[in-house]
């Protein structure tokens, strides 16, 4: 608008136009922009759910009959669903930075229930998924691109053994005027390192305490009260860059876990005559109060027994869904309704202790369906690997290296007997019936049970034992009822201990389960391979 002296006149005001053949069209108006993409790519949300103990997440996962992806319903007002950011049709790509979109629908849900009080959930809008469907977008790459190339940049999970040498292994560097800020120097092969650490690492936190908020003297505390172990989540300096680039938290249920102190275990039972001889009870603990599913009573030679089963155990999964916060009479009718056959999956409450520390859930890292290709220690110690020659790198300790030495007569190679559980033996990757490749670089396949334990016993404070799993012709028992086998193993103080022990063979006759000329030794352990109905060890 314009004024003028005969009142107010309507005067339209245009940018003026000039011309550069230099410097081109310098009209904002006729600038020529590209047209704008006709297939934008969908930007998927993050939402982080977390729950209390004994609270559900406050929303329904249903699956599209005749269609791809799982859709959320029913959020739930002032649920965990709701703050976390979940809204009703929202399509789950993502549990915990793993792909779901083509996973079958009960698959899904075990995997959301086995990770206990906090999830991760990437999703997007249904309108968005319908149109990333219809322009046949890979919903994978969409995820992916999302975290960028976070999925080879994560925190770790690294579960610290104090050597009595070497210690952790670790120096704590602290950044000056900086609270909360610790990087982390390691020993070159010590325990740190081996458990995973990196040099220069930064520290999120020790045992579950979270250490941002820390002076240097409350951390050092911490880490003098762990006198034999400490579980650390640390992440690399580039790692931590791409998680703040594309925001997303430096937890420990998206790191990579390495290695950690307890393992759950599956055993598979079928139903004998008298059932699976064990009792399910319904416990309240003494400290914390907590309501418990153990299992108690187990009998001697029953299926339960047979499977591993052991008194205490808590009861984590019912045929891989996750139960331990459920009604014990549900727990009860699980059981029941798998008729002839059941699996649980148990830790003891030591374990559980354990992860609780950690504000873990003991499920989070477990996949049942790979349960015997695990790389790390169930909750008796066993330890499950895939096949394949493996290096064991063990510490010496006060009680030695924690494992046995066996051998079959005039048969060659050396195998592995028991494994403490919790020593170092176990916690490198031991496994009872491993055969000995290589001490310290030394090839011992045709060495004899006194040479190789004499090259054990030489090693001073660690112990590099190269390993692989028994031959088909090396199994136990697999010569037929008729043969004869004997193994002879020794303790730790034969392997590392204080004592020089002479291994003895004793006779052992699988047959007529007669033992001839039988000795005693305060220092010796003798193991039998049985027949084929055996089928394992027997003492």
Same mark, same amino acid.
């Given at each position: 608008?314009?004024?003028?002296?005969?009142?107010?006149?309507?005067?339209?005001?245009?940018?003026?136009?000039?011309?550069?053949?230099?410097?081109?069209?310098?009209?904002?108006?006729?600038?020529?922009?590209?047209?704008?993409?006709?297939?934008?790519?969908?930007?998927?949300?993050?939402?982080?759910?977390?729950?209390?103990?004994?609270?559900?997440?406050?929303?329904?996962?249903?699956?599209?009959?005749?269609?791809?992806?799982?859709?959320?319903?029913?959020?739930?007002?002032?649920?965990?669903?709701?703050?976390?950011?979940?809204?009703?049709?929202?399509?789950?790509?993502?549990?915990?930075?793993?792909?779901?979109?083509?996973?079958?629908?009960?698959?899904?849900?075990?995997?959301?229930?086995?990770?206990?009080?906090?999830?991760?959930?990437?999703?997007?809008?249904?309108?968005?998924?319908? *149109?990333?469907?219809?322009?046949?977008?890979?919903? *994978?790459?969409?995820?992916?691109?999302?975290?960028?190339?976070?999925?080879?940049?994560?925190?770790?999970?690294?579960?610290?053994?104090?050597?009595?040498?070497?210690?952790?292994?670790?120096?704590?560097?602290?950044?000056?005027?900086?609270?909360?800020?610790?990087?982390?120097?390691?020993?070159?092969?010590?325990?740190?390192?081996?458990?995973?650490?990196?040099?220069?690492?930064?520290?999120?936190?020790?045992?579950?305490?979270?250490?941002?908020?820390?002076?240097?003297?409350?951390?050092?505390k911490i880490f003098k009260r762990s006198s034999i172990h400490v579980t650390l989540l640390v992440i690399d300096r580039e790692s931590e860059s791409v998680c703040i680039k594309r925001r997303i938290p430096v937890v420990a249920d998206l790191a990579e876990c390495l290695s950690l102190a307890h393992r759950p275990k599956t055993m598979d039972l079928v *139903?004998?005559?008298?059932?699976?001889?064990?009792?399910?009870?319904?416990?309240?603990?003494?400290?914390?109060?907590?309501?418990?599913?153990?299992?108690?009573?187990?009998?001697?030679?029953?299926?339960?027994?047979?499977?591993?089963?052991?008194?205490?155990?808590?009861?984590?999964?019912?045929?891989?869904?996750?139960?331990?916060?459920?009604?014990?009479?549900?727990?009860?009718?699980?059981?029941?309704?798998?008729?002839?056959?059941?699996?649980?999956?148990?830790?003891?409450?030591?374990?559980?202790?354990?992860?609780?520390?950690?504000?873990?859930?003991?499920?989070?890292?477990?996949?049942?369906?790979?349960?015997?290709?695990?790389?790390?220690?169930?909750?008796?110690?066993?330890?499950?690997?895939?096949?394949?020659?493996?290096?064991?790198?063990?510490?010496?300790?006060?009680?030695?290296?924690?494992?046995?030495?066996?051998?079959?007569?005039?048969?060659?190679?050396?195998?592995?007997?028991?494994?403490?559980?919790?020593?170092?033996? *176990?916690?490198?990757?031991?496994?009872?019936?491993?055969?000995?490749?290589?001490?310290?670089?030394?090839?011992?396949?045709?060495?004899?049970?006194?040479?190789?334990?004499?090259?054990?016993?030489?090693?001073?404070?660690?112990?590099?034992?190269?390993?692989?799993?028994r031959t088909e012709g090396e199994h136990l028992g697999r010569n037929g009822p008729q043969e004869t086998q004997v193994f002879v193993e020794a303790t730790d103080a034969f392997l590392g201990g204080k004592h020089d022990v002479t291994p003895t063979i004793i006779q052992y006759n699988s047959t007529e389960r007669h033992i001839e000329n039988l000795q005693?030794?305060?220092?010796?352990?003798?193991?039998?391979?049985?027949?084929?109905?055996?089928?394992?060890?027997?003492?």
């Open positions: 608008m314009k004024y003028s002296n005969t009142g107010i006149e309507d005067v339209m005001e245009y940018p003026r136009f000039t011309f550069n053949p230099k410097e081109g069209i310098d009209n904002p108006a006729l600038v020529i922009s590209d047209d704008p993409d006709p297939n934008p790519c969908p930007v998927p949300r993050l939402c982080q759910l977390k729950r209390a103990e004994g609270q559900g997440f406050g929303f329904v996962l249903r699956g599209v009959q005749g269609k791809r992806g799982h859709v959320i319903r029913e959020v739930e007002p002032h649920s965990p669903a709701e703050v976390g950011g979940l809204r009703d049709g929202q399509r789950v790509l993502e549990v915990n930075q793993e792909y779901v979109d083509n996973m079958e629908f009960p698959e899904l849900l075990r995997k959301i229930q086995r990770c206990g009080l906090r999830v991760f959930l990437l999703v997007l809008r249904e309108e968005e998924y319908e *149109q990333a469907v219809s322009w046949c977008l890979d919903l *994978q790459e969409v995820a992916r691109s999302n975290r960028g190339d976070n999925h080879d940049h994560k925190a770790r999970l690294c579960h610290v053994t104090r050597n009595p040498v070497q210690g952790l292994g670790i120096t704590i560097r602290h950044v000056q005027g900086q609270k909360g800020m610790y990087y982390l120097s390691t020993l070159t092969a010590g325990p740190a390192e081996r458990a995973g650490v990196r040099n220069g690492d930064k520290l999120i936190w020790v045992n579950g305490v979270t250490v941002a908020n820390l002076t240097f003297s409350a951390l050092n *139903q004998g005559p008298d059932g699976y001889g064990f009792l399910l009870r319904q416990e309240k603990l003494r400290v914390s109060g907590r309501i418990v599913h153990l299992l108690r009573e187990v009998e001697a030679g029953s299926p339960a027994a047979q499977a591993g089963v052991e008194d205490g155990d808590l009861v984590l999964a019912i045929n891989g869904e996750a139960v331990e916060t459920a009604a014990h009479e549900l727990i009860v009718h699980k059981i029941r309704e798998s008729g002839q056959s059941v699996s649980l999956t148990t830790i003891t409450l030591k374990g559980r202790d354990y992860y609780r520390q950690l504000d873990l859930s003991p499920l989070l890292f477990y996949d049942e369906d790979i349960k015997e290709a695990q790389n790390g220690p169930d909750d008796r110690g066993n330890l499950l690997y895939p096949t394949g020659p493996r290096l064991c790198v063990l510490d010496r300790e006060a009680v030695g290296f924690g494992f046995n030495l066996c051998c079959a007569p005039d048969k060659p190679g050396t195998f592995i007997g028991q494994v403490a559980s919790g020593g170092s033996g *176990q916690r490198a990757g031991l496994l009872r019936g491993d055969a000995i490749v290589e001490v310290d670089g030394q090839n011992v396949e045709d060495r004899s049970l006194e040479e190789v334990g004499a090259l054990v016993k030489a090693g001073l404070t660690t112990l590099k034992l190269l390993v692989r799993e005693t030794f305060c220092l010796l352990k003798i193991i039998f391979i049985c027949d084929a109905n055996d089928g394992d060890l027997g003492s």
